[in-house]
Each structure stands twice: as C-alpha cells, then as structure tokens.
C-alpha cells in the first residue's frame, strides 16, 4: 500500500464507506430507455456520478464488408469516454483502454444476442461515457442492454454489469472513484439474470478466494435489483397511458340504431308488436 493509501480513510469506524454506504450498498441507478429518436434503439443510465449514454444501430449490412459472417451477425461495440467526462481533459479517441473495454463488451454481448438470425449483418452498439466515477464499463454494459431490447433485436435475457472490490480490507460492492483509485481491487462483471450465466469477469488487484465469493455474491444480488430498473424503463418506454392511446386511436364510429325486432306475447299468441 503506498502512502496516499494510507492517508485516505476509506472505511470508517461504524464500517461506512466515505459515501456514507454500507459495504452492501449500491449508489443510486437510474435508466430510460429511448432517449434519442434517430437510433434503433437507445437508453441513459445515470449510476452515482457516471452518465453513459447507449445508441444502437442495426442488425444492418455489416460494414467493412469483409468483416461480414455469413451464417451470423456480428456485435460491433464501440464504448468511448468524453474528453469532458473525467476532472483533467481526456485526450479524444480511442485508446488501449477504451478498445479493451469495447471488446470485453462485444464478447459479452454475443453470447445473448440470437446473432444466427441475422447472417451477414452487424449490430452496432455505442456507449458514450459524459460523466465518468468509476465503475463506467458496467453502466454502460447495462445502459447497451436496454438500448439493444430498445431495438427490438432478439436475445436471450437482458445484460447486467456490476462491479465489487475491496477497499480498507472490506469486500464493498460498486467501488466508487476514490475506492477504485485507493482499494486493493476491483471485480466488474456482467452477468445474464435469467440464467446467472457470467459473461463478462474482470479483475485488477487482488482477493482471497473467499473475497471473491463475497463480491461476486453481492455483485449478483445488485444485478438482480439493476435488472428491474432495466426492465422498468423498457415498460415506461412501451407502456401508454389511456389518453395518449385515446389520442392515437381513430374516433369510436357512432353506434348503430338499435335493430327492431317483433316481440311474441306468449300469453296472447296471434299478437305481435
Ligand atoms: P471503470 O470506469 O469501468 O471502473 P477503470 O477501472 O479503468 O474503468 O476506470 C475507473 C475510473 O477511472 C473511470 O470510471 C474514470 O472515472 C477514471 N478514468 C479512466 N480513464 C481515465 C482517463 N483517461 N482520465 C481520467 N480519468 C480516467
């Protein structure tokens, strides 16, 4: 541990973190699916202080076109970080990090997506990072999730990221910057709800085995609450309300005059009205 470690207290004694969560304890998520109109499908996940916006394209002619699989389709993503998203100015474009991350991201993705449906195409995934504070590859694997549902394109389940670290000796789950830059380890993942297939596993820094078992334990118990908020903003996005369906709904035709029928007087037979 080097001396800015030691200086900066990131456990407290009543066992709180310098966010004032508890070590269990996610920070606020919140996610919209839809928010920009001239993508196939897209979404916006605030997570803490991360800001990612998702926009998906496709499944579309896969360009290069020597790129093109003939009996799949291909999951082409591209996670990039604003120069404005962190405190210094971030130098623009893609670099080692950013292309790791898009890669690990594509992989994870491919193993959902029914890409044998679409022979020869690509669906491209944009995950743009305006405001970054630690933990940003799992926000924008879960905003990715509800942008690709967005588009209609077939998967299996939905995609959750989430990380878990260990920060002062404690297993915490969702580090966020001060504990990624100072804990002893961080873990994201992303993980296929319905199945609890793990399709993403990072790790920088060390753990115990039975740390392990403690972050991925609570690193699945968030997904399963992040995946509700994913599901959510897809009803909110397709629900509508009965004014807005009365809106779009064509006036009710006016109702017919009531046919006129003969009515038979049983105790007075030959008498019909
Ligand atoms: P993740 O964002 O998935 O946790 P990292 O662990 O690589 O990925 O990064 C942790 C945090 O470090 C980021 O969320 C961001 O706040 C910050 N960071 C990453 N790259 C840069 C950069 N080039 N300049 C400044 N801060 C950065």
Request: proline share 7%; net charge negative; with cysteine.
């Amino acid at each position: 541990m080097g001396d800015t470690e030691k200086k900066v207290k990131l456990i407290d004694s009543d066992g709180r973190r310098n966010d004032g969560r508890m070590p269990h304890e996610l920070r606020p998520v919140k996610i919209e699916a839809g928010v920009l109109h001239r993508a196939d499908g897209s979404a916006y996940v605030e997570w803490g202080g991360n800001k990612v916006l998702a926009a998906v394209y496709g499944p579309r002619e896969a360009h290069p076109r020597h790129l093109q699989k003939p009996t799949r389709a291909l999951v082409q993503c591209r996670y990039n970080m604003a120069p404005f998203s962190v405190s210094d100015r971030k130098r623009p474009g893609p670099d080692r990090r950013s292309n790791e991350i898009s890669k690990v991201i594509s992989e994870a993705f491919s193993s959902v997506i029914f890409l044998e449906q679409f022979p020869r195409t690509s669906v491209d995934v944009y995950m743009e990072v305006l405001q970054a504070e630690a933990g940003t590859r799992c926000a924008a694997i879960t905003a990715a999730s509800v942008a690709i549902a967005d588009a209609g394109v077939p998967m299996r389940d939905l995609v959750v990221g989430c990380a878990s670290g260990k920060v002062g000796g404690v297993v915490c789950l969702d580090l966020n910057k001060d504990e990624d830059n100072f804990g002893e380890a961080d873990v994201p993942m992303a993980v296929v709800p319905r199945t609890g297939e793990i399709v993403l596993l990072q790790m920088d820094g060390h753990l115990k085995p039975e740390e392990f078992d403690q972050a991925m334990a609570y690193s699945l118990k968030a997904a399963e609450q992040i995946n509700e908020l994913q599901k959510d903003a897809l009803r909110r996005r397709y629900s509508v309300s009965l004014d807005e369906f009365r809106a779009v709904q064509p006036p009710a035709p006016e109702p017919e005059e009531e046919p006129k029928y003969d009515v038979y007087h049983e105790d007075q037979p030959g008498v019909v009205e």
